[in-house]
Structure formats: C-alpha cells, structure tokens
C-alpha cells in the first residue's frame, strides 16, 4: 500500500466530504478509492469514516487521523516545493570531484571566472586520480576521463575530447634513439600510468594496421603530473593526455615519439546522480565548462 498516496485520498475524501467527487479530483474510480480507504482502515484496525446511503462522517479516530495526516501532507508539499525551488537557486555548496592531472591543470585556470559568475555558490574540491565513489563521496559532479564508460544509473554529459601521445625528452632521445615503429618501444625505458585502463600495454592506430605493444615500465606511477615530469626528466617514454603535454611540447621541452600513430582518444565527461540532482548549479557547471573548453586543442 502507497500510504502517503492513501493518506491523501483519505483526506481529499474528507474534504470534498464525497467518495464521488474525491474520486473525480484525483481521476480514479468511486470503487478504487472505497478500497483504499477499507486497506488503510484494516492497517489501522479502525473505521475512520462512517458512511450511510445519504451522508458520511468522522469517527473520533478518523478525525485524530485526519488532523495528523493533514499537517503531515503539508509539511511534504512544503518540503517538496522548497527543494524545487532552491534547485532553481544558484547558491549554496558544489562538491567537485576530479583527476588531480586534470583538476590541477585545467579547472584550477576555470573556476576563478566561476566563481566571479556565481559569488552565492560555494566550490568544494576533491582531486584524486583514483575513481571515488561519487554518491559515498557526497559529490554533486564528478569528471572522469575515459575512452567509454561501464553502464551505471548515472548520468554523463560529454564536455571535449582528449588526445593521447607518447613522449620523451629530446636529450633521452639523442642517448638512447628515436622510436621507428611501436614495436621498437620494447627496447626503451618506458614510464607508465599505474591507474590507466591498461598501463602495460600501449594500443596503437597507425598508418594500415594497428598493434597492442606490451610494456615493461622501469617506473609505474599513480599520478599523471609525476609521469610529466619524469618524462622531462629524461626518464623514459611515457604517455600523456594533450592537457599535459601541449605546453611543453610547444616550448620543446618534451618531443612526440611515433608522430604516426595514435592512442585511442578518451573523452572528458561530467557524472551526476542523477537528473533529479542536476540542479541549478551543477547544470551551470557543465555548460561552463563545455563553453570554456570548446574547441580546446
């Protein structure tokens, strides 16, 4: 039995003081409704509504119901149209979760022009590159960056594609050689990151084929900032998101390995819950961030 969809019939009832025209308020039969009133009588072991051909009354239980269930169904009404209301509202807390490569690089030069936009609106951030549970956690929006992402309840909105390369510093170039093929990777120190789909293997698109070389990385890092710079460092070869390396490899300091050949793209997407808890702000927060990052190289 839905008891606040019957507590509501009994108190229409009530008020219309007519099985009938209760029943025509709330598009239901006359019989639907005299059920509901006889299940929620037998649930509380008690008449509630004396009926004869002609009129109908309270009984003292029914009318201590009635009273009760009233002041119940509008402190719900109330409620609900408070919340729908604040969800319209751009103010109050927006908890952020994010990969600390991309949180650090890329929101950190955004949220200052977001927070300027909406002064009522209070930011939390969490940067982690582990993937954190997103309602455990309390977040509003969540980011992820992924080639796909598994099936779930929540709901993703795709805000700009990322592009994947393979880097190396020129001086570990010039000492240990430029790659040829993918499968000259073997012969190379390699660098990986230990949180990436596949970290011990890189899938390459190139010119007519495409080929899975393993790897066996001297270093396995579980932050993509580090793995940057141990590739500047003249560690290895490592593989980075465009976020990271277009800066540094338009000033030279990191080099394109295999310009040919492609890893797969990713895409950054934004989750929530769900669209109930797509309010006001976090639906600000994804078309901020699609807006700014549009076009983005």
């Not at 019939?9 to 209760?22: E, P, T």
């Not at 030069?109 to 455990?136: C, E, G, I, K, T």
């Not at 580090?226 to 300091?253: C, H, Q, W, Y």
């Not at 797509?278 to 190289?297: S, Y």
Request: aromatic share 6%; hydrophobic share 40%.
């Amino acid at each position: 039995m839905d008891k606040f969809g019957v507590m509501r019939a009994f108190c229409r009832i009530v008020d219309r003081g007519s099985m009938a025209r209760a029943a025509e308020d709330l598009g239901v039969s006359s019989s639907l409704l005299s059920r509901d009133l006889k299940l929620l009588e037998e649930s509380l072991g008690c008449r509630l509504i004396t009926r004869t051909t002609r009129s109908m009354s309270l009984t003292e239980h029914g009318r201590l119901y009635y009273e009760q269930a009233d002041r119940i169904l509008q402190a719900v009404d109330l409620a609900e149209q408070q919340v729908r209301s604040g969800a319209q509202v751009m103010r109050g807390e927006l908890r952020i979760n994010a990969p600390h490569s991309f949180g650090t690089t890329v929101l950190a030069d955004l949220l200052p022009r977001f927070a300027s936009r909406y002064p009522d609106v209070q930011l939390s951030l969490v940067f982690d590159d582990n993937v954190l549970d997103l309602v455990q956690g309390g977040f509003d929006v969540a980011i992820r960056i992924r080639a796909s992402l598994p099936d779930s309840g929540l709901i993703a909105r795709k805000i700009m594609p990322v592009h994947q390369g393979v880097f190396a510093s020129p001086e570990y170039l010039a000492d240990c050689g430029q790659p040829e093929a993918p499968e000259d990777l073997k012969r190379h120190r390699t660098l990986s990151y230990s949180l990436a789909e596949t970290p011990l293997t890189w899938e390459f698109n190139g010119p007519q084929r495409r080929v899975t070389v393993p790897i066996s990385p001297q270093l396995r890092l579980g932050s993509s900032i580090v793995l940057r710079d141990m590739i500047k460092a003249d560690m290895g070869i490592g593989s980075l998101p465009n976020f990271l390396s277009a800066p540094l490899e338009a000033t030279g300091r990191i080099v394109r390995v295999l310009p040919d050949w492609h890893l797969p793209e990713r895409t950054v997407y934004t989750l929530a819950a769900s669209r109930l808890s797509a309010d006001a702000k976090v639906m600000a927060f994804n078309d901020f961030l699609a807006a700014e990052l549009a076009g983005r190289p």
